[in-house]
């Protein structure tokens, strides 16, 4: 049984505007799912001086996530833009601030998947996704990639992976979503959103 106040955090960066649309789809398919809601946060650009300068709350898009935001989700989505074959910094510098949560445990045997937009088609969507993988696991989250039963993974021609969702956004980052990536974010987005249900149900079990 989901929690009234569950969600699944979608939790991304995003510079161009790529990303922050796979977000939304991923969202989608979360919400397809009865019972289920999808949260959107997203984080703020770093900068040389590595102080918050930037005002509290962004000029468009998703609010900032808190450590709250992470905490309390019962199920994640982190999406990044490709950097240089690994993830943003910016959503890395969250990461790095997470360690009052892994030292309390809050995420162990909660969901996440992982999303990604390169410029290129190969350049570096799985390693980046990857990547974003490490700190999960280390969080004690369980992953969960796409399976090869959404057939659009072996057709094709942009992106989806089976280590999450992708976009090819192109030399100017202007490319919509195609049809595959987009079904491709959907699907990633319900079946986040069911093993949240599924594993929520597991943890209530496990604390009686
Ligand atoms: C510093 C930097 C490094 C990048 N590295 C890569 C890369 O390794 N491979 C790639 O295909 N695109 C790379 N890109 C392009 C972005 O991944 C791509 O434009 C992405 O779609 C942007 O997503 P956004 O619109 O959510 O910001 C890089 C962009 C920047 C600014």
Redesign the pocket.
Same mark, same amino acid.
């Given at each position: 049984m989901t929690d009234a106040t569950s969600y699944v955090l979608i939790l991304f960066? %995003? #510079? $161009?505007? &790529?990303? &922050?649309e796979m977000a939304r789809q991923i969202a989608a398919g979360v919400e397809s799912v009865a019972g289920m809601t999808a949260k959107l946060r997203t984080v703020p650009a770093v900068s040389p001086t590595c102080e918050a300068v930037d005002e509290e709350i962004p000029a468009e898009g998703a609010v900032y996530a808190t450590l709250d935001d992470l905490r309390q989700c019962s199920g994640l989505a982190l999406g990044s833009?490709? #950097?240089?074959?690994n993830m943003a910094a910016p959503l890395k510098y969250f990461l790095d601030t997470t360690s009052s949560l892994w030292m309390n445990g809050a995420l162990i045997d909660k969901p996440a998947c992982a999303f990604t !937009?390169? !410029? !290129?088609l190969h @350049? @570096?969507q799985e390693s980046t996704l990857l990547s974003m993988l490490l700190p999960l696991l280390h969080h004690g989250m369980v992953y969960a990639g796409l399976p090869y039963s959404e057939i659009r993974l072996i057709s094709t021609q942009s992106g989806g992976t089976p280590y999450g969702a992708s $976009?090819v &956004?192109g030399a100017r %980052?202007d490319k919509q979503l195609d049809e595959d990536e987009r079904a491709l974010a959907y699907a990633q987005g319900r079946r986040i959103a069911r093993l949240t249900q599924a594993l929520e149900a597991m943890r209530q079990e496990t604390t009686v």
């Amino acid at each position: 049984m989901t929690d009234a106040t569950s969600y699944v955090l979608i939790l991304f960066y %995003s #510079r $161009h505007g &790529a990303t &922050a649309e796979m977000a939304r789809q991923i969202a989608a398919g979360v919400e397809s799912v009865a019972g289920m809601t999808a949260k959107l946060r997203t984080v703020p650009a770093v900068s040389p001086t590595c102080e918050a300068v930037d005002e509290e709350i962004p000029a468009e898009g998703a609010v900032y996530a808190t450590l709250d935001d992470l905490r309390q989700c019962s199920g994640l989505a982190l999406g990044s833009p490709t #950097r240089f074959g690994n993830m943003a910094a910016p959503l890395k510098y969250f990461l790095d601030t997470t360690s009052s949560l892994w030292m309390n445990g809050a995420l162990i045997d909660k969901p996440a998947c992982a999303f990604t !937009s390169t !410029s !290129s088609l190969h @350049g @570096g969507q799985e390693s980046t996704l990857l990547s974003m993988l490490l700190p999960l696991l280390h969080h004690g989250m369980v992953y969960a990639g796409l399976p090869y039963s959404e057939i659009r993974l072996i057709s094709t021609q942009s992106g989806g992976t089976p280590y999450g969702a992708s $976009h090819v &956004a192109g030399a100017r %980052s202007d490319k919509q979503l195609d049809e595959d990536e987009r079904a491709l974010a959907y699907a990633q987005g319900r079946r986040i959103a069911r093993l949240t249900q599924a594993l929520e149900a597991m943890r209530q079990e496990t604390t009686v």
